[in-house]
């Protein structure tokens, strides 16, 4: 199993940004590349994904900075993405994004969705007018061995 952080430095307040990320219906403005739109359908949101329709589910929490966004083909079957939202300062906010491959998932749909949500990651840089990615990558000997 797969299991990449994504680190961001945005240039705005922290509950500014958590209140932004919090709200489900904007997840197509700041992770259009994964998903495309939200709908609430009988009582449970849906998403038009890159990797298809998708339930979601958010749950959330302002005193800690908490987003732990699930999402996948059945309620039954989602994946956890934890989203965490810390004040540097109080005009800069660092935001982790992991993005961990569900059980079924391919390397290369795995590989796919950690793109897109790099891409995610640079829009919330344009979003809040400045900031910086930080992305780990695996050491060059853990690759090798197929450790990551």
């Not at 849906?46 to 987003?67: F, H, K, N, P, Y």
């Given at each position: 199993?797969?299991?990449?952080?994504?680190?961001?430095?945005?240039?705005?307040?922290?509950?500014?940004?958590?209140?932004?990320?919090?709200?489900?219906?904007?997840?197509?403005?700041?992770?259009?590349a994964?998903?495309?739109?939200?709908?609430?359908?009988?009582?449970?949101?849906?998403?038009?994904?890159a990797?298809?329709?998708?339930?979601?589910?958010?749950?959330?929490?302002?005193?800690?900075?908490?987003?732990?966004?699930?999402?996948?083909?059945?309620?039954?079957?989602?994946?956890?993405?934890?989203?965490?939202?810390?004040?540097?300062?109080?005009?800069?906010?660092?935001?982790?994004?992991?993005?961990?491959?569900?059980?079924?998932?391919?390397?290369?749909?795995?590989?796919?969705?950690?793109?897109?949500?790099l891409?995610?990651?640079?829009?919330?840089?344009?979003?809040?007018?400045?900031?910086?990615l930080?992305?780990?990558?695996?050491?060059?000997?853990?690759?090798?061995?197929?450790?990551?």
């Amino acid at each position: 199993m797969h299991i990449r952080p994504i680190a961001v430095t945005v240039s705005a307040p922290r509950d500014t940004v958590f209140s932004y990320l919090a709200d489900i219906e904007n997840l197509p403005k700041w992770a259009g590349a994964w998903c495309e739109q939200v709908s609430l359908q009988r009582g449970r949101w849906w998403a038009l994904t890159a990797e298809g329709e998708q339930v979601l589910d958010m749950e959330t929490s302002a005193g800690t900075g908490v987003i732990d966004l699930r999402a996948g083909p059945a309620p039954e079957r989602m994946t956890l993405v934890p989203i965490r939202v810390l004040a540097l300062s109080s005009r800069r906010t660092l935001v982790n994004v992991i993005v961990i491959e569900s059980p079924d998932q391919s390397a290369e749909a795995y590989g796919l969705r950690h793109e897109r949500w790099l891409t995610a990651a640079r829009g919330l840089i344009r979003r809040f007018s400045g900031g910086e990615l930080h992305v780990a990558e695996p050491a060059a000997e853990f690759l090798a061995l197929g450790l990551n």
